[in-house]
């Protein structure tokens, strides 16, 4: 949009300036396209610069996923990372250790409430002896 305006904004220049002798109105527009660029592609790179550098979530609503999925039976969280993937959604990868396991949709259906959760990948390690805990 930010290119098509200033085209615009180009094309009306030289017109001006050949039929009414406006020559510096080129320039001028020249100035306000570079303007519009510099103003669109700052909030471009505002908007991507999370993504493109992992951003992680919040570290209260981390938090919350790691409560909900520890709650729940005797099971712990013994790695989490959860990164930005795009505007307002997020990639998850959850590794658990418990000694009652259950499938890996069982724990994807305890975080169907966290929205910003857009890809959950859940790995589950059964404990075999009391150390885990």
């Known amino acids: 949009m930010a290119d098509a305006l200033t085209s615009l904004f180009a094309i009306f220049a030289l017109l001006l300036g050949k039929y009414y002798g406006w020559n510096w109105l080129d320039p001028v527009m020249g100035i306000v396209g570079g303007i519009i660029i510099t103003k669109w592609s700052i909030g471009l790179v505002k908007e991507t610069s999370p993504i493109l550098l992992d951003e ?78």
């Open 56 to 133: 992680n979530i919040n570290k209260k609503y981390q938090e919350k996923i790691k409560e909900k999925i520890e709650n729940d039976s005797d099971n712990l969280i013994s790695d989490i990372h959860i990164w930005k993937v795009s505007a307002n959604h997020y990639a998850a990868i959850i590794s658990i250790v418990t000694h009652s396991a259950k499938p890996t949709d069982y724990y994807k259906e305890l975080l169907q409430d966290f929205h910003k959760l857009s890809h959950i990948t859940i790995e589950v390690n059964e404990c075999q002896n009391e150390e885990c805990k």
